[in-house]
């Protein structure tokens, strides 16, 4: 489980602050909740599965090629 807005930034354990992660990406994230894009070189908020869609931030590659 993770929190979408960790405990150390007053996060709590409600199950609308907790989403499904995998290892990595939880331990990536750690305590962050903002992040620089790669593309465009600003900060933004990391995705949020309570508030944001799925289909406007990720997309779909076969054999886990990011540039395809």
Do not use: Y
Not at 16 to 22: G, I, K, M, Q
Not at 32 to 37: C, E, F, G
Not at 39 to 63: A, K, M, T, Y
């Amino acid at each position: 489980m993770e929190h979408i807005i960790p405990l150390t930034k007053n996060g709590n354990n409600d199950i609308e602050n907790l989403a499904l992660a995998c290892f990595h990406c939880n331990r990536n994230k750690f305590d962050k909740t903002r992040a620089i894009d790669a593309q465009s070189d600003v900060e933004v908020p990391l995705f949020n599965p309570r508030q944001d869609s799925c289909s406007e931030h990720f997309i779909w590659s076969w054999g886990g090629d990011k540039d395809a």
